[in-house]
């Protein structure tokens, strides 16, 4: 089996600890760090913006994704890239159609970063079969976005299956990462349902042993 990449989240960090936080998930072994942006509109809650981002910038050398849950995504991407973000991710649900998605993903992606979409629960993932292509990454969120702690949606996993059979009928490169209630029981079911990144904010944020939650969720011994 291939090892999964484990991208805990900020949330449920409190912003205070933030910088601290990220170090402490390098040493623990976590290979990227996935940041939770949430702007009071698209979901209810406010969380950090890029000013933040920056100072968590200069905590690590991991790559840092970006998850903008946010009502106008591509007017903000710009200043998260410039303050340190490697991926920009998108919500399909952001656009009000999937022109102006591609559209957004095209310019984004000329500020020299990755560019990922992601699809809430309720979307069906079929809505992206024509975007696939256009995409380094698709983001299966497996909660309701907006808050961390919430129980995983199995569903999730037909979803995962079905976009890693269409990258590999179609010949294409996409990276699938999960988002939402993940912990060390669902990080390997989900890497054999396809998925390549998992993102974990509670389990690994109340793990009081943190390198081995990380090592559980890579499916290893501890
Ligand atoms: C949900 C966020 C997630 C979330 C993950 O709004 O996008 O990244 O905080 O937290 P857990 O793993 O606790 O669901
Ligand atoms: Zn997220």
């Given at each position: 089996?291939?090892?999964?990449?484990?991208?805990?989240?900020?949330?449920?960090?409190?912003?205070?600890?933030?910088?601290?936080?990220?170090?402490?998930?390098?040493?623990?072994?976590?290979?990227?760090?996935?940041?939770?942006?949430?702007?009071?509109?698209?979901?209810?809650?406010?969380?950090?913006?890029?000013?933040?981002?920056?100072?968590?910038?200069?905590?690590?050398?991991?790559?840092?994704?970006?998850?903008?849950?946010?009502?106008?995504?591509?007017?903000?991407?710009?200043?998260?890239?410039?303050?340190?973000?490697?991926?920009?991710?998108?919500?399909?649900?952001?656009?009000?159609?999937?022109?102006?998605?591609?559209?957004?993903?095209?310019?984004?992606?000329?500020?020299?970063?990755?560019?990922?979409?992601?699809?809430?629960?309720?979307?069906?993932?079929?809505?992206?079969?024509?975007?696939?292509?256009?995409?380094?990454l698709v983001l299966v969120m497996s909660v309701e976005p907006g808050k961390s702690g919430q129980a995983f949606i199995k569903d999730s996993l037909i979803k995962i299956a079905y976009l890693n059979k269409k990258r590999t009928e179609e010949n294409l490169n996409f990276l699938i990462e999960v988002d939402g209630g993940i912990n060390e029981i669902y990080a390997p079911i989900v890497a054999v349902s396809g998925a390549?990144?998992?993102?974990?904010?509670?389990?690994?944020?109340?793990?009081?042993?943190?390198?081995?939650?990380?090592?559980?969720?890579?499916?290893?011994?501890?």
């Amino acid at each position: 089996m291939k090892k999964i990449l484990i991208a805990p989240s900020t949330d449920p960090c409190p912003v205070k600890d933030l910088t601290k936080y990220v170090k402490t998930l390098e040493e623990a072994g976590a290979d990227l760090i996935h940041c939770d942006i949430m702007d009071g509109k698209f979901v209810e809650r406010r969380t950090f913006d890029y000013m933040i981002l920056a100072f968590i910038r200069k905590s690590t050398r991991l790559k840092l994704d970006v998850h903008l849950m946010v009502q106008n995504p591509t007017m903000v991407a710009k200043h998260y890239v410039r303050y340190g973000a490697d991926r920009i991710i998108i919500h399909y649900e952001a656009f009000p159609d999937k022109i102006q998605l591609v559209g957004a993903v095209q310019s984004i992606k000329k500020l020299g970063v990755s560019v990922g979409v992601a699809i809430n629960p309720k979307t069906p993932v079929k809505v992206l079969d024509t975007i696939l292509k256009y995409v380094d990454l698709v983001l299966v969120m497996s909660v309701e976005p907006g808050k961390s702690g919430q129980a995983f949606i199995k569903d999730s996993l037909i979803k995962i299956a079905y976009l890693n059979k269409k990258r590999t009928e179609e010949n294409l490169n996409f990276l699938i990462e999960v988002d939402g209630g993940i912990n060390e029981i669902y990080a390997p079911i989900v890497a054999v349902s396809g998925a390549d990144i998992v993102v974990s904010g509670s389990a690994i944020y109340n793990a009081e042993n943190k390198e081995n939650m990380i090592k559980l969720m890579h499916g290893q011994a501890i």
